[in-house]
Each structure stands twice: as C-alpha cells, then as structure tokens.
C-alpha cells in the first residue's frame, strides 16, 4: 500500500500561482515556467497586479482602471502557455502585490508561487521584501529577476 500512496502523491498536481507585471514576458520568467514544467505536474496561473501610478496610490488605487494588467495578462499568458505546454489561467489582483498575493491564495488555494521581478537595482517589490513575505505564508517561493542564469529559490 505504500507504493500506491506515494504513486498517488506523486501524481498529485501542484498548483503554481506565478506573480509578474512589468517581467510576465521576459525570457527568465518563461524558462523557469519550462523548468518548474519539467520537474512535474501542475498548473500555473498569473496574478497581475493592478499597477497604481500618480496620486491613485495614495487616494483611490482601488478605483484604477485594470487596463495595464490586462495588457500584461494578454501579451504573457500565450507565451507563457507555450512555456508551460499546457494552459495558464491569469488574473488581475489589487494593487498591493502582498496583498493580491495573499488574496490569491486565500481565495485560489496554491502550492507554490514564482514571484517574477524586475533587477535588485529597481524593483519596488524586492524593496517591499515580496519574495520573503510570500513565503512567510507558508508557500515555496522561486523568485525570477532578468540577469540571472537561473531561478533563486528562496524558502
């Protein structure tokens, strides 16, 4: 019985939620979507959150249009299909990236995040410490930025 209990788990499907905006079609973002693809099954989604700009982040970012996002959404989503081989769902979330990350996963349910961000030198997210905030919510979390060979992992 044991065998069939791990065959089970191992067939078991992970549900990888991929956090991107301005990188959701960059080339590190797809070849650790081909690699973490390769390693097993599961299904991706892309949550983008709704960049707020001017004074919308400080009055009303929850009223910014969701235009952006989607244009992001549009653009990736085929590549990152074609990356995946299979299909990848994807959505726009709230303008707080921690925030859109918990709510996604409150409301989504996943078992990994790939947080996909700009370099060090410029990334609002890496400031905010996204990659670490993920994790503290109990989710394994690779974090993607241009530049590097490869995907860090960070736990």
Do not use: Y
């Amino acid at each position: 019985m044991e065998s069939s209990a791990s065959e089970s788990s191992a067939s078991s499907t992970s549900r990888v939620l991929i956090v991107a905006h301005k990188t959701a079609a960059t080339q590190p973002l797809l070849d650790a979507v081909r690699e973490r693809a390769g390693r097993g099954k599961c299904v991706f989604t892309l949550l983008v959150p709704n960049a707020t700009h001017g004074l919308h982040k400080v009055v009303d970012p929850e009223d910014q249009t969701a235009s952006e996002a989607q244009t992001v959404l549009d653009r990736a989503l085929p590549l990152l299909e074609q990356a995946a081989g299979a299909p990848v769902d994807g959505f726009v979330g709230d303008p707080d990236p921690v925030a859109a990350v918990h709510d996604a996963i409150n409301l989504h349910g996943f078992d990994e995040v790939i947080v996909s961000t700009l370099s060090a030198k410029v990334s609002r997210w890496l400031r905010l410490d996204l990659p670490s905030k993920v994790s503290g919510m109990g989710l394994p979390v690779t974090t993607v930025t241009p530049g590097e060979d490869s995907a860090a992992v960070a736990s």
